[in-house]
């Protein structure tokens, strides 16, 4: 059965570009066998932020400076997790609601749900999820709309959880990083990111 061991991170990795491949095969042994989305994206998020703990030199001057990781999804797949807020309660039932609704995460205590309603969406997930593909903010107070759920957060990625169905491409979620360093994520980060977000997407039963 995996366990906590699986966050270790080896002495030996010394590059981003290593310690996203690590994290990716041993987030790949935690999924298998399982295919709640739940489930996973609680174990994806505890996996990645506790890994990132024991990688810090790459993140901060010496120190653990990813001070959140987690997911947001598209409320469309659990109509009963919509957020009624004050300026939707009197929506229709029957009228699709532009929501990311907070999944599991690890980190402070986070915005319950982001708005995705084109022309007045805000924030770097908003974005992601609208674009259908990663964004890094360096700096987030040069964002416009950046929503701070943590103040001391300095630059930020998110990634897109793209599925395919008919051929067609659309969203169920994003990934998101924070970071308590300006120009905490770069390239390396992206790609070894999209790659686990392809890994999750695929799974899990959505």
């Not at 701070?148 to 169905?165: F, K």
Request: glycine share 8%.
């Amino acid at each position: 059965m995996p366990h906590s061991d699986h966050a270790l991170v080896p002495s030996t990795i010394q590059s981003k570009s290593e310690f996203w491949i690590h994290v990716h095969d041993q987030l790949e042994v935690l999924l298998a066998c399982q295919r709640n989305w739940v489930t996973n994206l609680a174990n994806a998020s505890a996996l990645i932020y506790h890994s990132l703990l024991s990688f810090p030199v790459h993140f901060g001057n010496g120190r653990n400076a990813v001070n959140w990781c987690g997911f947001y999804l598209d409320s469309k797949l659990a109509p009963a997790a919509r957020i009624q807020t004050p300026d939707l309660k009197h929506v229709d039932d029957h009228q699709p609601i532009n929501q990311l609704f907070l999944g599991p995460f690890c980190g402070q205590p986070a915005c319950q749900y982001i708005d995705t309603t084109p022309g007045t969406a805000k924030g770097v997930c908003a974005a992601a999820f609208l674009q259908q593909q990663t964004v890094i903010v360096p700096d987030v107070a040069t964002f416009p709309g950046h929503i701070a759920c943590d103040g001391e957060t300095e630059s930020e990625i998110v990634c897109p959880l793209v599925m395919y169905q008919g051929g067609i491409k659309f969203v169920i979620g994003v990934l998101d990083l924070d970071c308590l360093a300006k120009a905490g994520f770069g390239e390396e980060d992206r790609l070894g990111l999209e790659r686990i977000a392809r890994l999750i997407v695929k799974a899990c039963d959505w």
